[in-house]
């Protein structure tokens, strides 16, 4: 594909389908590329109360109706098609992806982030069997089980206190003395019957077919034991998708997040960015808002 496209979006989570949705309407030409399927992160949230003007979605609902609007609006969606680099080829922005490759008059950076994983012996053997990560879709999966949910966030909380109302156990494991919630969480946590264990981290996980146990070791008494579990979430939170953003020459700070100014701009000019990877804020509202600052933001610079 060798014709300027006005815009092509990075990413379709929340922040690249309300810029794909903004972009079209103001007459821009847009495309939105997609490594998996549309929604990023946001489709495993069951439930989002916190979006303005809607009491209750689910994210799927939410993405779907998002996607939709987008495509009614004349945007173009093509997803399970990952972006593998982005540069300047003869004074034109250039986007190489697994399928084809495109020119961008402006490009708006919308990769979110990836789960952070433990780097332990025994994870990757087990991953997406028995390690799972990001939010539990469903605890009614973990009826009679035991599970471990590693973490101290909001994530860890959300998981730890959804699969207690069905799994047989559940056990907390804190790296420090401290839950990174709201107060009201953390009461909930005290109340759930959830066995915490406090300044642990896990070295390793093990088993045979399945998971049959996991490795702890006391921070304070520098102890270790060994724990029978079933499955492990592991909810450390995430990490920017910065990569193709620096490929561009585009300016990330000391923890990956890409550096924008009140309009979405980056350091280079015709490239903007939104959503998880500038800011860290896993907030659907945000990310959708930054999104629309960064559409209107690609339409300025091409107008």
């Not at 815009?7 to 007459?27: C, D, F, M, N």
């Not at 003395?177 to 066995?195: A, P």
């Not at 592991?234 to 924008?260: C, H």
Request: proline letters at 2%; hydrophobic letters at 40%; glycine letters at 10%.
């Amino acid at each position: 594909m060798s014709a300027e496209i006005d815009l092509v979006i990075i990413g379709g989570g929340p922040a690249g389908l309300s810029a794909a949705i903004h972009g079209a309407r103001l007459g821009l030409e847009t495309v939105v590329l997609e490594s998996k399927n549309v929604g990023g992160k946001v489709l495993d949230t069951r439930t989002i109360e916190d979006y303005p003007g809607i009491v209750k979605i689910s994210g799927m609902e939410l993405i779907s109706t998002m996607k939709r609007q987008a495509l009614e609006n004349g945007a173009k969606i093509k997803e399970l098609e990952e972006v593998l680099k982005i540069d300047i080829f003869h004074g034109k922005k250039r986007i190489v992806s697994s399928k084809d490759m495109y020119f961008a008059k402006t490009i708006i950076i919308a990769t979110g982030g990836k789960y952070k994983k433990l780097g332990i012996p025994g994870e990757e053997k087990y991953a997406g069997r028995n390690v799972f990560y990001g939010a539990a879709s469903s605890g009614m999966l973990f009826k009679g089980k035991r599970v471990a949910v590693v973490g101290n966030g909001d994530i860890a909380v959300f998981n730890a206190l959804m699969l207690a109302d069905t799994a047989e156990t559940v056990y907390l494991i804190c790296s420090d003395n401290e839950l990174h919630t709201t107060t009201l969480l953390k009461r909930k946590v005290m109340r759930s019957g959830i066995d915490v264990f406090w300044n642990t981290d896990v070295t390793a996980i093990s088993g045979d077919s399945s998971i049959k146990k996991i490795t702890l070791i006391d921070k304070t008494t520098n102890e270790t034991k060994e724990l029978e579990v079933d499955s492990v979430f592991v909810s450390l939170g995430l990490e920017p998708e910065s990569r193709v953003a620096q490929e561009i020459g585009v300016t990330i700070d000391n923890n990956k997040y890409i550096i924008v100014d009140k309009k979405q701009r980056t350091n280079v000019p015709g490239v903007f960015a939104a959503g998880y990877v500038t800011s860290g804020v896993l907030k659907v509202a945000i990310s959708a808002g930054e999104g629309t600052v960064a559409a209107i933001s690609a339409y300025e610079y091409l107008k």
